[in-house]
């Protein structure tokens, strides 16, 4: 075991999170994977060697950091040019933002899929309105029915969760 | 100027894939390349097996699952559905023309579903079990045929 290290927990807890972070510096979802894999690689091999972080989403958002920065580095026209090596405000607002992106990411994955594939249609994809109804079979309304509650839903997504325990 | 949920509502939107970013296919990744094992059984079946007993807990609750009855079209329709995306969907239907409850299931499943015109009305309460079942129960209920297309 690794020392006192819970890596399920830490999974459960930072892995949307840490997808959500990198992804504002990959575009690339597998690319993404792979990095945040490796940082909890890392964390749980340090963890082996008895050195368990205090803090340790701080610590595995540095690691999903430096891994982007590496491969944005191999994929650069210029390999050896510099990039920034100190985390900038704009760059502490993603880690801030990461939280809550993959909260919402959570909230669309369990939407009705109906409602899920409008939405991203039209807010994605950048369908309107009268495409999605003619790709889906359904009508204009329903189309425009379903994104709005779609949207009240994320946006309220908060609010309804603690109600539900007690119904 | 946007707040910060709804730039972060876009960025998600932007990016979003199905099946991506999965906390559990991660964790069974993880074990498979260390070695190790699961300390608590984690992923999309424990949470499809809690939503199911959610669900089943919440109809029971509304004491209505599985009650169809069949009433002529009379007082103003009402057609309701519970909003959370935290548990299962739950239809409820309270004398609702039949068109209103097939443009109301289009909507969500994203498939058309058509029958020939009919003044039947629904009342009916139940979760967001497969589509099939659904309009079997319905075509059962009002005795009609419904075509998924």
Redesign the interface.
Known sequence: MAGQL????L??RY??QM??YA??YV?D?DV??DI??EA??TI?QKAQDGAVPLHPRAYLATIVRNGCIDFLRMQASHPEEDLPVSITAEEEDYLD?AE??AE??T?????????R????LH??DGLSHKEIAKR????EG??R??IS?A?????G?SR??IP?FF? | MKNNLDQDLDFVLKHYEENKFDTGDAINKFHAKTGTTHRILIGRRWWAAAAAVFAAAFVLFAGGYGIYSLVQKGQAPVAQTSESHTAPHIFVFDNTPLADVLEELSGYYGRKLTAPASDKCLSATFPDDSLGVIVAAIETALEIDITIE
């Open positions: 819970d890596i399920d927990g999974f459960r892995y949307r997808c959500l992804l504002h575009q979802s993404v994977e945040v894999q909890f690689l749980w933002s809550q992106e919402l990411w909230a669309i994955d369990r939407l009705p899929p109906g409602r594939q409008m939405l991203l807010k994605r889906i079979g359904v009508s329903t189309v029915n379903q509650r949207l009240k839903s994320l946006r997504r309804t969760i539900l119904i």
